[in-house]
Every structure is written in structure tokens, then in C-alpha cells.
């Protein structure tokens, strides 16, 4: 097996770097799912077309993305790290396993709107940055959203007291803990198996954002979609290895830290809160579908006792256990820095 990833590695390098020219700066960039919009709309246009016209030709990348690899989500920033590829970008929970503090970036529930899970990011970045230099010998460069990740059933669904006793296919580890303690079962489905687990009944309900459950079909094998934010937002890090950062010159670091925060990351957050009223009218069938063809499925609002009843299962339960995990520090960084911005803090 060590042997097989090994060789894989190899030729992931190899193939990066046969067709580097002499004359420029060379990016190796692996990105996140290739069929979703953020990479669609975002990432492949900024790395491949923004980044290397700002250069003038100074910089030129590239690009593939980890599914179209065959790689896990959860490799991603491993591999970064021993430097297989230079910048990489997928999911932070997906590395949760490597650094488990790192579940302080996107805790469900305590962010209902894009801008209050703007600032809740821009609270965790300087904690966040710290964690992928330790953890993965990375350098940050960008922190950008999915929409808020929903809740899809198969079946009628009317509140958060009627996911009791289902399986449901969590969207990370916090909110796997989340769905445990409220009396559900927390099912590890990968993303691209969910459709065919749902129709098959190995799963009754699954969590992802609301545009990635309308791209890769999932109202064509569920009937509700629950309207809160139980998954947070899935934060997608982009982070270049750091050693390779340090070798480029100053102007050129200097660069990609200006155009990608100015052409990639806010632009993703300002187009996250329209994307959450037109991927809701895609999935309902209520508004105009800018995507494709429109689904019906019921539209169930969060109650104010739904909501209610979240945040004590948060507070009382997923956030200490997430404590005990990530260790008094990170806890204390992030009661100082997230917690102060949201209001929420771990005792």
C-alpha cells in the first residue's frame, strides 16, 4: 500500500511539473470539487486566468482538482504539506482528523447569514493560519464559503424533533456530533455516494450546502429540505506549501495575496447570500432557477424552538466535547476571537 502511494505521489509531481516553462514561476494548484459552483465560478477562473494575466506572464499554473485526482478531501492538505503540489484548496473539516482545533473555523448553528459567518471567519483566521503552518507546514492564503449547509429528507420533515432516530450523513465531525446528540444517527457518507445511499435507504436524510445538493441531483431522491444551517458553511481553505511560498520572490508573494483576496475570496463572499435564494428556489420550485430545471421539494423553515433547542445541544454538549479535543489553548484563542464576535463561548 506505502508503495502504491508512493508512486502516486511521484507521478503527481511529475505530471505538475512537465510542462513547466524556465522563464516563470510554475504553480502546482489542486482544487476543490471540480463539479461545484466555487470552483466553477471562482477558483478555476482566478488560478488559470485572473492570476496569470495580473503576472503578466510571471506566474503560470497548473491546475486540477483533488476528485478529478482520485485523492480524498482529507489528503489534500496532507499531501500539500510534503510538498506533492504547491497550493491546494478543499473543505478545513476535511483535515479535522490531522487538527482537530481546526473544527473551531465552521461550527454549525452559530452563523445564520453570510454576514454573520463572514465575521465569524474573519475572527478565526489569525487561529486558523496558525493551525496550517503547525499542522501542515501551509500558509493560508484565502478562506472562502459554501452556501450554509442544509439538511435533505426523504420523507416529511417539520422540525429538528423529527430527525430523531434517522440516518443522516453529517457534513463534518461537529455536526456528526450534533446530530448524535439529538438523538440521530451520524452516517460517514462520502459526498458523491449520497444520492445512491438515500435511494437505497442506507441513509434517511443527508447535510450539504444547498447548491451542491441541487448540482449533484439530491432533490431527485429526497422530498424535504430543512432551511437551517445545522452543516455551518463548509469553509474552503486555500493554502500554498510554505516552503514554496518562501522561495518566491517578495513581489510575486506579494501578488497572489492582493489578487486573490481581491479577485477570488471576496467576491465568493459576495456572491454567497444571492446564491442561497436562488439555489433555494432551484430546490422548491418558489422563484426562478438561473441553474436549470427546477425541483419541488417542501420547504420547511427553522421555528424559533428549533433553533432554540440547537443552540443548547451546541453549548451544552458538541461545543465541550470539540473542547476536549482541540485542548485548553486553541479553546481559549477561540472564546477570545469567535467566540467574542458571535457571542458563543466554550466553557
Known sequence: MKRIASSLLAATALSFAAFAPASAETLSVVGSWSNLPLHQKFE???????????????????????????????????????????????????????????????????????????????????MVEDIYEQRFNAKVLAIAPYPPQVVFC??????????????????????????????????????????????????????????????????????????????????????????????????????????IKEKFETPAWDSVAASVATDTACLTGNGECPAGKPASMKLVEASEADVATARKILTETVLPEWAERAGADWVKRWNDSVGQTTGVTVN
Not at 434517522?166 to 455536526?175: L, Q
Open 154 to 259: 426523504k420523507g416529511d420533515v417539520s422540525s429538528l424533533e423529527d430527525l430523531k432516530g434517522k440516518k443522516i450523513r453529517g457534513s463534518g465531525r461537529m455536526t456528526t456530533k450534533f446530530l448524535e446528540a439529538l438523538g440521530a444517527e451520524g452516517v460517514n457518507v462520502a459526498f458523491s455516494e449520497v444520492p445512491g445511499a438515500l435511494e437505497r435507504s442506507v441513509i434517511d436524510c443527508a447535510v450539504t450546502g444547498s447548491g451542491s445538493g441541487y448540482s449533484a441531483g439530491w432533490w431527485e431522491v429526497t422530498d424535504t429540505l430543512m432551511n437551517l444551517p445545522l452543516g455551518g458553511w463548509d469553509s474552503v481553505v486555500t493554502a500554498v506549501n510554505l516552503d514554496r511560498w518562501n522561495a518566491l520572490p517578495e513581489e510575486t508573494r506579494t501578488l497572489i495575496e492582493t489578487q
Open 44 to 126: 478555476a477562473p482566478f488560478w488559470t486566468e485572473t492570476l496569470p494575466a495580473a503576472s503578466n506572464g510571471g506566474i503560470e499554473v497548473q491546475m486540477t482538482t483533488h476528485n478529478q485526482m482520485g485523492i480524498q478531501g482529507g489528503d489534500v492538505f496532507r499531501m500539500l504539506g510534503d510538498g506533492v503540489f504547491d497550493v491546494g484548496m478543499t473543505v478545513a473539516d476535511y483535515a479535522v482528523g490531522d487538527a482537530p482545533e481546526l473544527e473551531g473555523l465552521d461550527v454549525p448553528l452559530i452563523a445564520t447569514t453570510a454576514d454573520e459567518a463572514r465575521a465569524m471567519v474573519a475572527a478565526a483566521r489569525p
